[in-house]
């Protein structure tokens, strides 16, 4: 009886953790992850990429903290200007990727990061580092696709791609504007996990749209 | 009474709260005092924190009581923890973060190296940038020769470095030294390297003072680091162009096969050569290329080539004058490389290792005499390094190489020929004092055993950066190498050359443009001298006289270099220009005197523009070097003539355009666009009273062919294509 009770005791206590923990961890989450990604591009996500830095160092097993610690500092990365501060930043979010990567694996959005990851690597100095980044961002591609096709933010990055290779070389506008479309068509269907699973792009990929015409 | 209690109980616990919260305060600088504005501060394991406002201030409350670890974060510092006990009320915490060495701050060692690669912050020279260098000819060392410190010799292939002959610097693929890195040599035809510049993703050039983790070369090393595995995809390249067919096809990027063929007669067909070929240069070349990661911390790499070479040329005789004589050669030549790499204990520690075996076969008939050489080179290496320090910014390696060399040739009556094993171990430890100050203090010692000696080098680099873009390097080191094996062949008991190097560096690195300025000093000493009863200039010669180390030398100078991408939008421009003083004994010199492959003054101006809207990039390189010292056929070598100045223009562009995934560039060189009839030197004849120049194989050339690739194109940015060829 005794053991019983102490068992009891044992589930609620742990029970009521959980509890506790998972509204705080959603609740703060949810602000959180909501105001990266309705933030306009241009301005810094670092003063929140410190928020989610302290959540993943307290919630260790959770993966969606550190993957939006790497997504605001890649982000980050797009605004700084000089090449050696743009490599720290991406230093900084390839160590969270990581972390996220080791505690979810098979992870489509996972994927996406990495080759948006790999992308920002290349835009820091493209004559030469297209060939090796290049390859990564094509491998990425290809392991998300193969997790989940339906993911719209496969098809905006696959257009991202050719909006900024000339013509020249295989790329262009009009091809663009296809990969474009599919991903319009993919965000109408798609639904997030749940409020704090990445959800963002429809709106760069509406902006890229009126680019192309 | 229950419910007063139950308030009671309620009020209590809420003032225990309220109690409980901690105010934390503080303010988070460096170590200069200057405050860091977006650090971030945490208590561990909860939500707790802040970031840091403008002035470096942070304010935040916790539940969080008794002892906790506060941890800070900021990009470009290295993280810190610090415990404290929290009990109730205000508390104020200041904390100090120490700067991180990286790439913003850090100084690098530069002193007597040009980095050619993509990897490291102080890129100066691109793979792509070989093969963009219009007078190049897309060849490794032929663009090596318009970078500080070269020296022009067109007579004959090799990288002529400081006041250095060819033989002085060696080439390494991956730690492996090249046995034949040039096709094999005609009397004054220069040869082509054997590699592409394809095959590399980094080049590094050294033009002295060089690590402890190679040895054997008294100038300078050539490092080539050979491509990574880079995608799964398989492509087709086919290419065709006025001396020759080439077909290369990787199979799921981690296999590649290439089958060559070269004759080099429509090429000749269009020129009016200085040659005068029995039969032209024709070659059969093959290879494969393994390139794997057997785990995500180790790559396997292997690379097998095998070409066969045949030529034959009729050439001014110097027995008689007016007269020729047939050379004919037949080269045959393998070459195998093998590495394998892997990381582990969170890449703290690295070992390398690889295997190389390469055997080259020469069949020479110089008119009936039969001048055979062969060479069989197999060496291992094994290198194990350990990074250590916050961001893994020191390190220390040990290595060790085993070389077993067989060599031999065919002279007339002379049948010689020499085994020599060689081994070396090597440690070199490259570490930070602040990240303003880093040294390479490095020692290697080696054995050989053809002449039965030991030797010990000490290497040491120092780099100071004194300001936000500009530095200084310092390298000093002694150099060892084992006397060249046409002297060996005949006398063993030689010992081993030496030279000294101290060379201090300048470099400023602005907004893409960079300013490079170098001083240099280099003693000679043991340099093997043969007595011959005349001097006979011809190089070619096979030295039969009395040998021993009793030559010496000096070189001094210094080099300029510029370069600008940043001034004309889609341009890249380079001026280099060199001083040398040199003076030495050696060879069959009879006194100290300034070699004749040496020249004073080297000038040269690479540039190159992409024209966007034609898809055309286009180049133009002008070359200056001052003349060189013709010696007479039996001179005391106190009067000389110089030849006049060798200067070159040379032309190159390409066009390029992509249909689906079909990507095809069409490229055209001009070499000596002035048709300037540059005159490298004299050959003799054996009364010494007649003599021919040695001029390059033709003025003016022209140059063209066709690349054409199949397969999935990574995605390319815009900006990759204005130094693409």
Excluded at chain 1, 55 to 65: D, F, M, T
Excluded at chain 1, 94 to 113: I, T
Excluded at chain 1, 177 to 184: N, T
Excluded at chain 2, 234 to 242: E, F, G, I, V
Aim: net charge positive.
């Amino acid at each position: 009886m005794k053991s019983k009770l102490v068992f009891v005791f044992a589930l609620l206590l742990t029970a009521a953790q959980s509890f506790a923990q998972n509204p705080a961890y959603l609740k703060t989450m949810e602000g959180l992850v909501s105001k990266i990604q309705t933030t306009q591009f241009g301005t810094p996500l670092q003063p929140l990429a410190n928020q989610m830095e302290r959540i993943a160092s307290a919630e260790k097993g959770e993966w969606l903290p550190n993957y939006w610690v790497a997504f605001c500092y890649l982000r980050d990365s797009y605004i700084e200007t000089d090449a050696a501060k743009k490599d720290m930043i991406l230093d900084k979010a390839d160590e969270y990727f990581n972390k996220a990567e080791a505690l979810s694996q098979n992870n489509d959005e996972l994927e996406v990061l990495k080759a948006n990851l790999a992308n920002g690597r290349l835009v820091v100095s493209p004559q030469d580092r297209w060939q090796t980044y290049g390859a990564k961002v094509a491998a990425a591609i290809g392991n998300a696709k193969k997790i989940n096709a339906e993911n719209p933010r496969i098809s905006l990055l696959e257009g991202e791609g050719m909006f900024y290779t000339p013509e020249a070389f295989g790329g262009g506008k009009p091809k663009a504007k296809v990969f474009f479309e599919k991903a319009l068509e993919k965000y109408a269907k798609f639904t997030p996990k749940s409020s704090i699973h990445p959800s963002w792009g429809k709106e760069i990929t509406d902006w890229y749209i009126s680019q192309c015409n | 009474m229950k419910q007063l209690l139950l308030i009671i109980l309620l009020v209590t616990a809420g003032f225990s709260v309220a109690l409980g919260q901690a105010n934390i305060k503080g303010k988070i600088t460096d170590r200069k005092g200057e405050v860091l504005p977006g650090a971030n501060i945490q208590i561990e394991g909860t939500y707790d924190g802040a970031s840091a406002d403008e002035k470096g201030e942070f304010a935040f409350t916790t539940d969080s009581k008794g002892e906790v670890v506060f941890k800070i974060t900021m990009i470009g510092y290295n993280p810190s923890v610090k415990k404290a006990t929290l009990g109730t009320g205000d508390v104020r915490l200041d904390f100090v973060l120490e700067e991180s060495i990286n790439a913003l701050n850090a100084v690098v060692i530069t002193a007597g190296t040009f980095e050619a690669s993509d990897e490291k912050k102080m890129v100066m020279l691109k793979p792509m940038d070989i093969v963009t260098t219009a007078g190049g000819a897309a060849d490794i060392a032929s663009v090596m020769q318009f970078l500080p410190g070269a020296n022009r010799v067109g007579e004959t292939e090799g990288l002529f470095v400081r006041g250095g002959s060819a033989n002085e610097t060696k080439t390494v693929i991956d730690g492996m030294i090249v046995q034949n890195p040039f096709f094999s040599s005609t009397p004054d035809v220069p040869q082509r390297g054997r590699f592409t510049p394809f095959m590399f993703k980094g080049t590094a050039f050294s033009t002295g003072g060089y690590s402890a983790q190679y040895g054997q070369a008294l100038s300078s090393v050539l490092l080539l680091q050979t491509q990574d595995k880079i995608s799964e995809e398989s492509n087709l390249n086919l290419n065709a162009n006025l001396a020759g067919l080439s077909a290369s096809y990787t199979h799921k990027g981690w296999i590649n096969g290439s089958l060559s063929y070269t004759n080099l007669s429509p090429f000749l067909s269009l020129l009016k050569t200085n040659i005068d070929f029995d039969k032209v240069p024709e070659a059969f070349g093959a290879s494969v290329t393994i390139n794997e990661n057997p785990t995500k911390n180790s790559s396997f790499k292997l690379y097998g080539t095998y070409t066969d070479n045949q030529s034959a040329l009729r050439l001014n005789s110097y027995d008689e004058f007016n007269s020729k004589y047939l050379f004919s050669m037949n080269n045959r030549n393998i070459f195998t490389n093998a590495s394998y790499q892997v990381n582990f204990d969170e890449g703290k520690w690295i070992f390398q290792s690889g295997m190389s075996y390469s055997k080259n076969n020469d069949r020479i008939r110089m008119d009936q005499t039969n001048a055979d050489r062969h060479d069989e080179r197999t060496q291992g290496r094994a290198v194990l390094t350990r990074l250590f320090g916050a961001g893994k910014n020191n390190s220390i390696v040990f290595g060790s190489e085993f070389h077993a060399i067989r060599v031999g040739n065919i002279y007339g009556g002379y049948d010689v020929s020499l085994k020599d094993n060689y081994s070396a171990v090597f440690t070199e430890s490259e570490f930070y004092v602040s990240p303003k100050l880093a040294a390479r203090v490095g020692l290697r010692g080696e054995y050989t055993s053809v002449i039965d000696e030991f030797n010990v080098a000490p290497r040491l680099s120092l780099a100071y950066k004194v300001g936000k873009y500009a530095q200084f390097s310092l390298a000093a080191g002694r150099f060892y190498q084992t006397p060249d094996k046409n002297y060996l062949y005949l006398n063993r008991n030689l010992d081993y050359e030496i030279a000294d190097h101290v060379i201090l560096n300048y470099q400023l690195i602005k907004n893409d443009r960079t300013f490079r300025v170098e001083a240099f000093n280099k003693n000679y000493r043991n340099l093997i001298t043969e007595k011959t009863d005349f001097f006979d200039p011809n190089p070619y010669r096979f030295p039969t006289g009395k040998t021993d180390n009793s030559g010496e030398g000096y070189a001094k100078g210094f080099d300029v270099f510029f370069r600008d991408k940043k001034s004309v939008k889609n341009a890249d421009l380079w001026v280099t220009y060199s001083f040398l003083d040199t003076e030495r004994k050696f060879q069959n010199y009879p006194s100290r005197v300034t070699p004749s492959f040496a020249s004073k003054h080297n000038f040269s101006v690479v540039s190159k523009y992409f024209l966007e809207k034609l898809n055309t990039s286009v180049g133009l390189t002008y070359s200056l070097t001052s003349g060189r010292r013709i010696y007479d056929y039996g001179s005391d070598l106190k009067t000389y003539e110089l030849t006049k100045p060798y200067e070159n223009l040379s032309f190159a562009t390409s066009y390029f355009r992509a249909i689906k995934n079909h990507f095809v560039v069409f490229y055209l060189a001009v070499d000596n666009v002035l048709g300037r009839k540059n005159v490298f030197g004299y050959r003799y004849s054996p009364d010494g009273k007649q003599r021919t120049a040695v001029i390059p194989p033709a003025y003016r050339t022209f140059f063209f062919g066709v690349s054409w690739s199949i397969g999935k194109l990574d995605r390319i940015p815009k900006e990759a294509t204005l130094n693409f060829d």
